[in-house]
């Protein structure tokens, strides 16, 4: 279980990755944003978590949406 949890989050890390780069004034966003996504990973894996809590549900449901390319 931890190995898909890992998976989906390193998807959702190459998701906020390719942000288009003239979005400028979502630089320091996409930043925080794959920081968070890594440290989870870390957590997830140092802890061999078998689920997330809600609160780290929510916030990567959240960034799913934020991130969504819309058929691209």
């Known amino acids: 279980m931890t190995n ?7 998807k959702l890390w190459k998701r906020i990755d390719k942000e288009p780069e003239w979005y400028d004034q979502r630089d ?5 944003d794959k920081e968070w996504v890594t ?3 870390k957590d997830v894996g ?4 078998t689920k997330l809590c809600r609160e ?13 390319r819309n058929g691209k």
Do not use: F, P
């Open 4 to 10: 898909e949890i890992v998976n989906k989050l390193q």
């Open 28 to 32: 320091s966003y996409t930043k925080a």
């Open 39 to 41: 440290k989870l990973i």
């Open 46 to 49: 140092l802890n061999d978590l």
């Open 56 to 68: 780290d549900m929510q916030h990567c449901n959240g960034l799913w949406r934020d991130y969504e």
